[in-house]
């Protein structure tokens, strides 16, 4: 497609006029680090980014969703009666999300969008999202994406995809939805006919700069329970303190808790982020816990992202390779070690002790 240069003191009359048509959200510093927020008028994204602490996944799985709500007033005729919370389906779009995130919603997607179950939530935030994606020029120490399916200038779940070249941003519409942001922007002049050169030479360095790589090749093939039941777990699981950092912090991952909030006679069902991480997630209603002990609890997240998915959908690991729990696990838990350790796991060379 038609790539569009935009000359940098053009850009931020351009994102101002998309707010017009779209509630927007980008990249926004807070203390130390980036989150993705909504820019009001005059509100710019910082584009000075790596990438932010949290996934922009909030936006289309909200950390509390209110679903339904409901009085328990029996004088009131719709006592009883869960009533639909009306949901913003407004265009919005967010500006600066890198590759990996955007690709996340579609790994996520294979959950939330089945044959059989299509999640109205989850569905209609998604699709009223137009996602510009920013290209990582200079990918974080932490970033493994290129061996996790995903890139640094991965066009994959991505409306519209921006370089940073310099003293202009070159700017190409992957779809129908990206054309009109960026329509609604203004931005209109054809990049120079070596932009596409350009972009190919800032890509091919950026995936060059990716120094950090997992195996997953035999994934696949391992045994499920011989992986399951491999001595490794409690080893990897020892400095873990159930924080749940890496669950919420992580773009793929989508555990939830749906309760009931009562406020007198009102009251509101949600949903909200949950983790595997916790002992109360799994905790059945009968007091038995399936995942009781912490070392089944960290199997889990891994299994689950790294043969599970991959057992189930055949489309690799779950997991887009953004680094975000490894750099922010308080005791340095690094799941590029757990990929390459279950990857490479032969239980007939295990040594376990007796
Ligand atoms: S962030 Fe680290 S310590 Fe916290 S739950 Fe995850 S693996 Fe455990
Ligand atoms: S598992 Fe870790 S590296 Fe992979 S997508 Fe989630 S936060 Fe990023």
């Given at each position: 497609?038609?790539?569009?240069?935009?000359?940098?003191?053009?850009w931020?009359?351009?994102?101002?006029?998309?707010?017009?048509?779209?509630?927007?959200?980008?990249?926004?510093?807070?203390?130390?680090?980036?989150?993705?927020?909504?820019?009001?008028?005059?509100?710019?994204p910082?584009?000075?980014?790596?990438?932010?602490?949290?996934?922009?996944?909030?936006?289309?799985?909200?950390?509390?969703?209110?679903?339904?709500?409901?009085?328990?007033?029996?004088?009131?005729?719709?006592?009883?009666?869960?009533?639909?919370?009306?949901?913003?389906?407004?265009?919005?779009?967010?500006?600066?999300?890198?590759?990996?995130?955007?690709?996340?919603?579609?790994?996520?997607?294979?959950?939330?969008?089945?044959?059989?179950?299509?999640?109205?939530?989850?569905?209609?935030?998604?699709?009223?999202?137009?996602?510009?994606?920013?290209?990582?020029?200079?990918?974080?120490?932490?970033?493994?994406?290129?061996?996790?399916?995903?890139?640094?200038?991965?066009?994959?779940?991505?409306?519209?995809?921006?370089?940073?070249?310099?003293?202009?941003?070159?700017?190409?519409?992957?779809?129908?939805?990206?054309?009109?942001?960026?329509?609604?922007?203004?931005?209109?002049?054809?990049?120079?006919?070596d932009?596409?050169?350009?972009?190919?030479?800032?890509?091919?360095?950026?995936?060059?700069?990716?120094?950090?790589?997992?195996?997953?090749?035999?994934?696949?093939?391992?045994?499920?329970?011989?992986?399951?039941?491999?001595?490794?777990?409690?080893?990897?699981?020892?400095?873990?303190?159930?924080?749940?950092?890496?669950?919420?912090?992580?773009?793929?991952?989508?555990?939830f808790?749906?309760?009931?909030?009562?406020?007198?006679?009102?009251?509101?069902?949600?949903r909200?982020?949950?983790?595997?991480?916790?002992?109360?997630?799994?905790?059945?209603?009968?007091?038995?816990?399936?995942?009781?002990?912490?070392?089944?609890?960290?199997?889990?997240?891994?299994?689950?992202?790294?043969?599970?998915?991959?057992?189930?959908?055949?489309?690799?690991?779950?997991?887009?390779?953004?680094g975000?729990?490894?750099?922010?696990?308080?005791?340095?838990?690094?799941?590029?070690?757990?990929?390459?350790?279950?990857?490479?796991?032969d239980?007939?060379?295990?040594?376990?002790?007796?």
């Amino acid at each position: 497609m038609k790539v569009i240069s935009i000359d940098k003191t053009e850009w931020a009359n351009g994102i101002e006029k998309t707010k017009s048509i779209y509630r927007l959200f980008g990249p926004v510093k807070e203390n130390t680090w980036h989150s993705f927020m909504p820019l009001g008028p005059g509100e710019q994204p910082d584009m000075a980014y790596g990438n932010s602490r949290l996934s922009p996944k909030f936006l289309v799985h909200p950390q509390t969703e209110p679903m339904f709500e409901y009085n328990l007033d029996e004088k009131q005729a719709d006592h009883h009666v869960l009533k639909e919370i009306p949901k913003d389906v407004s265009p919005k779009a967010i500006i600066g999300i890198r590759p990996c995130d955007a690709s996340a919603f579609l790994l996520v997607k294979r959950n939330f969008d089945t044959p059989t179950y299509k999640d109205p939530y989850w569905l209609t935030a998604y699709n009223s999202l137009t996602l510009i994606g920013y290209a990582c020029n200079q990918p974080c120490s932490t970033c493994f994406c290129t061996t996790a399916g995903c890139g640094p200038f991965h066009e994959e779940g991505l409306d519209a995809i921006l370089v940073d070249a310099g003293d202009r941003y070159l700017l190409k519409a992957l779809t129908e939805k990206g054309e009109a942001y960026i329509q609604s922007a203004g931005w209109a002049t054809s990049a120079p006919s070596d932009a596409d050169q350009s972009i190919e030479k800032l890509k091919s360095t950026a995936e060059k700069a990716i120094a950090s790589h997992v195996s997953t090749d035999k994934l696949r093939n391992q045994s499920t329970t011989q992986l399951y039941d491999a001595p490794f777990w409690e080893e990897i699981a020892f400095s873990c303190i159930n924080c749940g950092t890496c669950t919420y912090s992580c773009p793929t991952c989508w555990c939830f808790d749906i309760q009931d909030e009562n406020h007198g006679k009102c009251g509101v069902r949600m949903r909200n982020w949950d983790s595997c991480m916790y002992p109360l997630f799994s905790l059945h209603g009968t007091g038995h816990n399936p995942r009781g002990a912490k070392a089944h609890r960290v199997r889990q997240r891994f299994m689950h992202k790294l043969k599970y998915y991959v057992d189930k959908y055949d489309n690799g690991i779950q997991c887009v390779g953004c680094g975000r729990c490894i750099r922010l696990c308080p005791v340095n838990i690094d799941i590029r070690k757990v990929c390459n350790q279950m990857n490479s796991y032969d239980p007939a060379a295990c040594v376990c002790p007796v």
